[in-house]
């Protein structure tokens, strides 16, 4: 898959957003620097483009998109490109809500597609004028309307229908399932399908290419003490220890480990994105203890590698960052003052000096992604 390029210009905290993202990434910040924002814009634009306006907002709890103290008329102004298509919103928004209809343009390299203004009534395809459509927007239209014509367009609908964003989990489902059948073609961003995909997964090995077989195996080593296998019982899972032969020994997930449920999700999540796929999680360390989150970093990254993935993680934590002094590259900052974000940590500061210590006690001092009254040093 080609690189995800992802723009936002006044959106939330996110003022000047222009970031590529490859492989397996950090992005670190202080609180309230655009960390969980970034997640959000990625979640409004799969739903923008697969549900349309409304069902984007709500996705998003709503109100409050643009960027405060902002002078009247000044859009918000987001971009979603891959390769050579683009594939812009411009949102006309007061703090109250929206303003009137937004703008969209479509592009493959050069060419416009599609195009529409803020405010305007009609989408233009070419020289024809089209009817704006009240619920969807022009690109998902066109992509569906316009086959084989619009196969070009497979790699943008991809990456967006294909996203998925994790910022948290409803553990108290996940530990008190039902039998009801759910979906089983990926997790659901809460997670309250997970017993019904790995039931799925084991039963069909050959159908789903081993991805029971990979979170297991994954599991085993981030908890070498509480995870051998999973059986299930007219759809219900009983979690057992390693080198257990007893029936009784299998524990419902009410009595295992928030950790270890919680590490089964991510696995999961992981082995469930198709080939080029993005993916993100929200403040990964959540529950999980060091050895657990250095084995999970290492299976997200020989996977994200061996399928190409984009993986993006959220951290405030030392044992995440000092993961990730062998790649610097591919840990981001939101540093205050910076003209655009996130900035590379290899563009703050030189890559053998950051050879010479741990990245998490970088953090830990202010050398990096300080709220922007302290400096470094400060307390």
């Excluded at 907002?57 to 979603?80: C, K, M, N, Q, Y």
């Excluded at 619009?150 to 790699?155: A, G, T, V, Y």
């Excluded at 085993?220 to 009784?248: M, N, Q, V």
């Excluded at 900052?333 to 010479?356: C, I, K, N, Q, Y």
Aim: glycine residues 8%.
């Amino acid at each position: 898959m080609s690189q995800v390029t992802l723009s936002a210009n006044r959106f939330r905290v996110l003022e000047n957003l222009n970031w590529s993202p490859d492989g397996l990434c950090l992005l670190v910040g202080a609180n309230g620097s655009g960390k969980t924002t970034t997640l959000d814009l990625l979640r409004f634009l799969r739903n923008f483009f697969e549900r349309g306006q409304e069902n984007a907002f709500l996705s998003i709890d709503g109100g409050h998109i643009r960027t405060r103290g902002l002078a009247e008329g000044e859009p918000v102004e987001l971009e979603f490109a891959i390769g050579e298509i683009r594939w812009r919103l411009s949102l006309p928004l007061s703090d109250s809500g929206f303003t009137g209809t937004y703008g969209e343009t479509l592009l493959r390299g050069d060419e416009t597609i599609l195009h529409t203004e803020m405010f305007s009534d009609y989408w233009l395809l070419g020289q024809t004028r089209i009817p704006r459509d009240g619920q969807r927007c022009g690109a998902a239209l066109y992509w569906d309307r316009h086959e084989p014509e619009s196969k070009w367009m497979q790699p943008l609908a991809s990456a967006l229908k294909g996203t998925r964003v994790y910022k948290s989990f409803s553990l108290n489902k996940v530990q008190h399932p039902d039998s009801r059948d759910h979906p089983i073609q990926f997790l659901h961003g809460t997670g309250i399908n997970l017993w019904s995909v790995l039931n799925s997964w084991k039963g069909a090995p050959m159908m789903y290419g081993g991805q029971y077989e990979w979170v297991m195996t994954q599991a085993r080593k981030a908890f070498p003490d509480l995870i051998g296998s999973i059986e299930f019982d007219r759809g219900l899972p009983y979690l057992f220890p390693p080198d257990s032969t007893d029936p009784a020994d299998g524990l419902p997930p009410a009595r295992a480990a928030d950790g270890l449920l919680t590490g089964l999700l991510q696995l999961t999540a992981v082995a469930g994105a198709q080939r080029g796929a993005l993916i993100a999680f929200d403040e990964i360390e959540n529950q999980l203890h060091p050895h657990a989150i250095r084995k999970i970093l290492g299976a997200m990254r020989e996977r994200a590698e061996e399928h190409d993935l984009t993986i993006i993680i959220t951290s405030h934590s030392p044992v995440v960052m000092n993961a990730f002094r062998r790649e610097p590259d591919q840990f981001y900052v939101f540093e205050p003052g910076a003209a655009r974000m996130p900035v590379a940590l290899t563009d703050l500061h030189d890559e053998d000096w950051l050879s010479a210590f741990m990245l998490g006690d970088l953090y830990d001092r202010l050398e990096f992604a300080a709220p922007a009254t302290l400096h470094a040093g400060d307390d």
